[in-house]
Each structure stands twice: as structure tokens, then as C-alpha cells.
């Protein structure tokens, strides 16, 4: 009872209710949120370290900034019921919604353009002429709707992933290791107001996430980039809860030694057996996969994660 008096009365003043119901619409930094309200930075993150204290809202540091948003999963639960509760007629709320889409619009700007400016303006679907509307319809035949489970992006790049998929979780996180990336995906995710995705900073081999606190994981050509693609797989099967999903997309096994050297892949692609045996030694029960055609082909590989089963180590690949 203590913590839910504590956090009811970090909610109960009015920047702090507007700050809540800032960060249901995404994540933003001190800076965006003081262009926003018009307020002073020190008066800003007083009130952003009490919620943050209370649970009421989530602090994600990355690099020389910090973001803030709604805790996601069961954490999050009051902060949502509270700003559910906020009129939507109240004129100051209303005039905040307005600065915000501003900023992000802005945001979203500054990101399109230095991604152009560094070359990185491209998605790699498009660039290998693959069929991505084929390899989207599966990936959607795999994950059918539960309102409550939550999802996570491994490689989340441009956030399409998410967007995809946005409808049929109930909480999505999306983790990159590429700042920029991260960027336009939270660009990208605000811009079509999606409130149940997040994305942060993250090392796929060392995920901040607790153990088994996801029903769904994604890897979408994500692996053939990857040193130790068996340390990925076990580190992603540590957050899945028992009976969690796992898909991965990626390229099957090919002899394109253009392809490999021009986009600095690690790995050519994967046939079914080295596969299959990555996802066993993390713990993962292997299903049936699928296959896109296409100038490459395009396999999918669904996995389970069993009950009480530890991985019992990394599987060594050999090019």
C-alpha cells in the first residue's frame, strides 16, 4: 500500500500529470520535454525524478541523453489507468499534444537527414531486390493476435518490425545497437502514434531485459551480421518465457561472394541444419521452416522455448 500511496502522490500535480501524459505517446528526452512546456530544465527533472522513483515512469539512458517513457509490461499498468483518466477536452493537455507533434515531427527530420548523410538512408530488403511484402504476410501468419503479450525486436533498425506487428501485442520493445537506428525508429513509431511500442540502446549479446519476460521474439535479418550468432539465440531464448516464440528471418545458405563483401555480412545466409542445432543448444525447440523465393531466398525459422531447459552452450559455426 505504501508503494501505491507514494506513487499517487508523485502524480498529484499538474506539470507531473502532463508529463504522463506526454510520455504515453513516446519517449522523450529532458530537452524535448522542457521545449514542450515551456518549462525550465532543473524544474523538469524534479519532477521527471519523482515519477521516475515512484515506478510512474521509465528512465532509459542513451549516450549524453536520457529518455523517458511509460514503464512497459504489469509496471506500467497505473501510469496507463492514470492518463486514461485525463480529460481529453483539457486545453492545456490539448496544447501539449500539439508542442509534442511538433518536436516529433522535427525529430523525425533531423533524423531522416543525418541518416542520408551517413549513407545509412536505406533498408536492406529493398537494396537485395528481396520480396518483402512475401516475407511480411509470413511473419504476421506466425504471430496471431494476443492482446496481452509482449514482443521483442532484436535489430529493430527502421522500427518496421514493430509497426508491423504493433496490433497484435500488447507491449512491444524494440533494441538496436546503432544510436542513429534507434533514432529513426522512435521517429518512425511516434509518427504513426503507435503507444505500445518502445525502443532503446542495447547489445544483443548482453540484452538489459529480465529472464523470461517476453511471449514473442524476432530476429529479422539480424544474424548473418552477427560474430557469435549462437550467442545471440541463447541470450534472446534467456527473455523469452517458457513456451515463448522465437522467429528468425534471415538469409538462406548461399555462394554470393558480392553480396557477402559488399554489405560486410559475417555469414553467408544458413542452411536448416546449422540452424536447427543453433536453436537447440540455446534451449529452443525448433519448428518447420518456411521459405520466401527470391533473388536470394529468404528462410524462417520458428522456435520454441521449453520449460526448465538451460542452454547448454554456445554452438561453434564454421563458415
Known amino acids: 500500500m505504501e508503494d501505491l500511496l507514494a506513487a499517487l502522490r508523485a502524480a498529484a500535480e499538474p506539470t507531473r ?3 504522463l501524459a506526454l510520455a504515453a505517446r513516446g519517449a522523450f528526452c529532458v530537452t524535448e520535454l522542457t521545449e514542450i512546456l515551456g518549462q525550465s530544465q532543473p524544474r523538469l527533472s524534479r519532477h521527471l525524478k519523482l515519477l521516475c522513483e515512484s515506478g510512474l515512469l521509465e528512465r532509459v539512458r542513451e549516450g549524453a541523453n536520457a529518455w523517458f517513457a511509460l514503464p512497459t509490461g504489469p509496471d506500467g499498468h497505473l501510469a496507463r489507468e492514470l492518463v486514461a483518466r485525463l480529460p481529453a477536452d483539457d486545453l492545456t493537455l490539448e496544447a501539449d499534444r500539439r508542442q509534442a507533434a511538433r518536436v516529433l515531427a522535427e525529430r523525425a527530420r533531423e533524423a531522416s537527414e543525418r541518416f542520408r548523410r551517413q549513407g545509412a538512408d536505406w533498408d536492406e530488403m529493398r537494396a537485395l531486390d528481396l520480396p518483402a511484402p512475401a516475407v511480411e504476410d509470413a511473419l504476421l501468419s506466425l504471430v496471431p493476435p494476443a492482446a496481452e503479450s509482449r514482443l521483442l525486436d532484436v535489430g529493430t533498425g527502421t522500427g518496421r518490425v514493430l509497426e508491423l506487428l504493433a496490433p497484435r501485442f500488447g507491449q512491444g520493445l524494440g533494441v538496436d545497437a546503432s544510436k542513429a537506428m534507434v533514432a529513426l525508429a522512435r521517429s518512425r513509431l511516434a509518427r504513426v502514434g503507435l503507444t505500445n511500442c518502445a ?7 548482453r540484452l538489459p531485459l529480465t529472464d523470461a519476460s517476453f511471449d514473442t521474439a524476432v530476429l529479422q535479418m539480424v ?9 545471440v539465440l541463447a541470450e534472446v531464448a534467456r527473455v523469452l518465457r517458457p513456451d515463448g516464440r522465437l522467429i528468425v528471418i534471415d538469409l538462406a545458405r548461399h555462394e554470393r561472394e558480392d553480396v557477402t563483401a559488399k554489405l560486410a555480412h559475417r555469414w553467408p545466409g544458413f542452411d536448416d541444419a546449422t540452424m536447427g542445432q543453433m536453436l537447440h543448444s540455446a534451449g529452443l525447440h525448433s519448428g518447420q521452416p518456411l521459405s520466401v523465393p527470391g533473388p536470394l531466398e529468404i528462410r524462417i525459422w520458428p522456435g520454441t522455448r521449453l520449460a526448465d531447459v538451460h542452454a547448454p552452450g554456445a554452438y561453434a559455426l564454421a563458415v
Do not use: I, Q, T
Not at 525502443?199 to 549479446?205: E, H
Not at 544474424?223 to 550467442?231: C, F, I, K, S
Open 199 to 205: 525502443v532503446r540502446l542495447a547489445d544483443m549479446y
Open 223 to 231: 544474424l548473418h551480421y552477427a560474430e557469435d550468432p549462437a550467442g
Open 17 to 19: 500529470l502532463r508529463l
